[in-house]
T-cell receptor, first 113, second 112 residues
Framework: QQQVKQSPQSLIVQKGGISIINCAYE??????FPWYQQFPGKGPALLIA?????SEKKEGRFTISFNKSAKQFSLHIMDSQPGDSATYFC????????????FGQGTTLQVKP | DADVTQTPRNRITKTGKRIMLECSQT?????MYWYRQDPGLGLRLIYY???????NKGEISDGYSVSRQAQAKFSLSLESAIPNQTALYFC???????????FGEGSRLTVL
């Protein structure tokens, strides 16, 4: 009920390509879905977040697509750059405590020049 | 200086030893968290605190304890460390109900 499943575990994309990372959740009461980006040796940092009242949110090259009926959401990175190489975590929580996150397993993205 | 500072950054210890990881923040946030990161498992919440007098267990609190010494300080203790507590530990803060998490740079703990 509390799990968030993330795929793929790792991803290699050519520069300029589209990176897609998928997540699925079980608890329909979740109402806050952030993505965090982590560079080696650093802590995760919030990249973008969405709430279930919208199906898509875009910030620059990063887009979250949200499918409430399927209980799935995904991160799309357009025009991927080598600087996007990092580990990405999806997560879910309740608006009443957005810090109490259930994280996915993480996806290591490598963007080749 | 980092907004969320963790010490030590790296620690190697032996089974049965007591270990304390410390976290201090200058962001002025009320809420503080301890997460553990393991490869293939993502991050899991150990404990969280809404203020100095409010401490709550997370997903995986067994074998851990915490102390909120002040609004800006939140420490994690392993009373008797065991090898499966080898992991990367992160402290984080947030402001209010809808605040994003701000993470420290992590404390890598190895228990031999």
């Amino acid at each position: 009920q509390q799990q968030v499943k993330q795929s793929p575990q790792s991803l290699i994309v050519q520069k300029g390509g589209i990176s897609i990372i998928n997540c699925a959740y079980e608890n329909t009461a979740f109402d806050y879905f952030p993505w965090y980006q982590q560079f080696p040796g650093k802590g995760p940092a919030l990249l973008i977040a969405i709430r279930p009242d919208v199906s898509e949110k875009k910030e620059g090259r990063f887009t979250i697509s949200f499918n409430k009926s399927a209980k799935q959401f995904s991160l799309h990175i357009m025009d991927s750059q080598p600087g996007d190489s990092a580990t990405y975590f999806c997560a879910a929580s309740f608006s009443s405590n957005t810090g109490k996150l259930i994280f996915g397993q993480g996806t290591t993205l490598q963007v080749k020049p | 200086d980092a907004d969320v500072t963790q010490t030590p950054r790296n620690r190697i210890t032996k089974t049965g030893k007591r270990i304390m990881l410390e976290c201090s923040q200058t962001k002025g946030h009320d809420r503080m968290y301890w997460y553990r990161q393991d490869p293939g498992l993502g991050l899991r919440l150990i404990y969280y605190s809404f203020d100095v007098k409010d401490i709550n267990k997370g997903e995986i609190s067994d074998g851990y304890s915490v102390s909120r010494q002040a609004q800006a300080k939140f420490s994690l203790s392993l009373e008797s460390a065991i090898p499966n507590q080898t992991a990367l530990y992160f402290c984080a803060t947030s402001a209010g109900w809808t605040g994003e998490l701000f993470f420290g740079e992590g404390s890598r703990l190895t228990v031999l």
